[in-house]
């Protein structure tokens, strides 16, 4: 019964959003949905913990932000075929409105290179790391890398008593 409840669930969710039909679709769905956290995050977390660090040797929660956005150009202007436009956000950015904008540049800006993605141009290669990838490759790793310090925040913000976004009660 609960398979086919799952089947049945999936089929519905799949149904609502044709772009997962596509291998394109599912590293722009999980990208959209781990960047809405981190800018919630940022949003959540009172500035003066911006500067929080669990130990000395390790980032602040500020530092992830800048290090997040500061990737996004890294990845994505590799996919785009561009030099990175970076500033260098995580070195010279460090108030919570500054790293705000930086991320939603930043976020902005990669969703270029998600939309620009087809199933045609997913095995292009590009030049990543020292490496020949292929874009769509080059992209999971972005989303990937964007989920794995999605954790850190979220270690943080648990830390300080904050509720990271991801598990907010749901809209009834």
């Known amino acids: 019964k609960l398979l086919g409840t799952l089947m049945i669930v999936t089929c519905a969710t799949q149904a609502q959003s044709p772009d997962l039909k596509s291998a394109s679709g599912y590293p722009r769905m ?4 781990v960047t809405a956290w981190i800018e919630r995050a940022a949003e959540k977390m009172p500035e ?4 929080f660090k669990p130990d000395p040797a390790v980032r602040s929660f500020g530092q992830i932000l800048g290090h997040v956005a500061d990737a996004n150009y890294s990845f994505c202007s590799g996919v785009l075929g561009e030099s990175s436009p970076s500033p260098g956000i995580e070195k010279t950015k460090t108030t919570k409105a500054e790293l705000t904008v ?3 540049n930043a976020f902005a800006y990669c969703s270029r290179a998600y939309d ?3 199933d045609a141009s997913a095995n292009e290669t590009v030049k990543a790391f020292g490496q020949e990838r292929n874009k769509l490759g080059v992209l999971w790793f972005n989303a990937s890398h964007n989920l794995e310090h999605y954790g850190n925040l979220v270690a943080y913000m ?3 008593g904050v509720v990271p976004p991801s598990s907010e009660p749901k809209p009834q």
Do not use: G
């Open 102 to 104: 930086a991320l939603r």
């Open 30 to 33: 999980v990208q959209k949905q």
């Open 116 to 118: 620009a993605l087809t």
């Open 48 to 51: 003066e913990q911006f500067a």
């Open 158 to 160: 648990r830390m300080k």
